[in-house]
């Protein structure tokens, strides 16, 4: 059968072109799928130059690509692998250039790791509301132990860490050992036995929980809420050493103390044992020098006291021949010559007297007949005779006619009282 042109199905309705369909679909699926997670394993993973990550989800038969880009490669917590089981966040597109269903993914976890963290993340914050995290409850580290117990595997590295730091930096300490698993489903159940076993037997002064480094599902064992019970209810202060410096376990924060690895956890616990002998042989050293000037002081006082020191035959003869010298004197003594003595004495002095006192009354005639003629030839008296001193009027004497001027104010000085006068003419000298 010919078809014409006019029963073309085309003509009944709308056509699309291949990018208009393509566009529409992808912005339908971009509306309706915005923001979801997927899980899936892994494959086919690329990385080209650009930074981008090419890969597929699948699951059993089913295959989905995906695309995440550079930008968002800074924000992940792990680095996507083939095989991995991964956990993304994304929105669901279409690339127009093919027609390709895809994922532009947003975010990616490792899917079991992130279960593992999601259920960290809740167990720590219901462990610290119950305040098994508190500062308050922190045990203070005995300064030097004697017995040390390590909770850890017995074939591990980090037993091995610990020892080789404790032989360098405090020999002294004893090492108790109790072994357990440190991963693995049996590993939680272990260390608590251990850490109830441990605190049974009260053997050791401090106990150290420790093992070497691994991904977050080997540290599982210290993040379960068995084992964090077990360490805050330890009655032996315990420093938690788990991991590496990176790595952080629920165990680091219910224990007393934690160390970023085993051998930083030895060396907390213990006293440097070198530094010790060189502080005690700098103390030894400060006491024999102040031992030494106290034993010289001692002696310079010796010394001293002995050469001041007399025999007592030696002061004996000095007081008896004081005591011989004064009784000679005492029969020596005459009262009578002693009172014609004081009595000649007396009666010089008595002369000494009556000269000292003929002296002085002829002084004072003396000075009565010098005040008279000062007083004769004093001012006053020759004010007394008509005479007057004449002043300018800062005080000056004027002793000199040509020194003043007419129509001056002097003021003139007399016997009884002072005036102001004025200069009318001055004369000559002659």
Not at 144 to 159: D, H, N, W, Y
Not at 328 to 350: K, N, T, V
Not at 370 to 382: E, I, M, N, R, S
């Amino acid at each position: 059968m010919q078809i014409k042109p006019t029963d073309s199905p085309a003509l009944s309705g709308e056509i699309y072109g291949v990018r208009q369909l393509t566009g529409e679909l992808r912005e339908s699926l971009e509306a309706g799928y915005a923001d979801i997670w997927v899980r899936g394993e892994i494959s086919s993973l690329a990385a080209p130059p650009s930074g981008h990550f090419y890969f597929s989800l699948k699951e059993g038969d089913s295959v989905i690509r995906c695309a995440l880009f550079a930008g968002r490669r800074r924000r992940l917590p792990c680095r996507p692998a083939d095989g991995m089981l991964a956990l993304v966040r994304a929105r669901v597109s279409l690339y127009e250039a093919r027609g390709d269903l895809q994922l532009v993914v947003s975010y990616l976890e490792d899917a079991g790791e992130g279960a593992l963290r999601r259920e960290f993340e809740l167990l720590k914050r219901k462990l610290d509301e119950q305040g098994l995290f508190d500062a308050r409850h922190k045990q203070d580290l005995p300064a030097a132990p004697a017995r040390i117990g390590v909770i850890t595997s017995s074939a591990g590295a980090a037993l091995h860490d610990i020892r080789v730091t404790l032989r360098r930096r405090w020999p002294l300490a004893h090492v108790v050992v109790y072994p357990t698993a440190v991963q693995g489903a049996e590993a939680p159940a272990g260390i608590v036995e251990m850490l109830a076993l441990a605190n049974r037997r009260r053997e050791t002064d401090l106990l150290i929980l420790a093992r070497g480094g691994g991904s977050f599902e080997d540290l599982h064992a210290f993040n379960t809420e068995a084992v964090a019970r077990a360490v805050f209810a330890s009655k032996l202060p315990l420093i938690s050493a788990v991991g590496h410096e990176i790595d952080f376990t629920i165990s680091d924060l219910a224990a007393d103390a934690r160390a970023p690895t085993p051998t930083a956890a030895a060396e907390m616990a213990t006293p440097n044992a070198g530094r010790l002998r060189a502080d005690a042989a700098r103390a030894h050293d400060a006491l024999r020098m102040q031992a030494q000037r106290r034993i010289d002081a001692l002696r310079q006082r010796l010394d001293y006291a002995a050469a001041r020191l007399v025999h007592p035959a030696r002061r004996f003869d000095a007081r008896r021949l004081r005591l011989q010298q004064c009784t000679a004197a005492l029969l020596q003594y005459s009262p009578r010559r002693a009172l014609d003595d004081a009595r000649r004495r007396l009666a010089g002095a008595s002369g000494g007297l009556r000269g000292a006192a003929a002296r002085i009354a002829a002084r004072a005639r003396h000075i009565e007949h010098l005040a008279q003629k000062l007083h004769l030839l004093g001012p006053a008296q020759t004010l007394e005779r008509g005479y007057a001193v004449l002043q300018a009027r800062r005080g000056a004497v004027v002793t000199d006619a040509a020194a003043t001027r007419r129509g001056q104010v002097l003021t003139a000085r007399v016997a009884r009282g002072r005036f102001e006068c004025v200069v009318g003419r001055v004369i000559s000298k002659q």
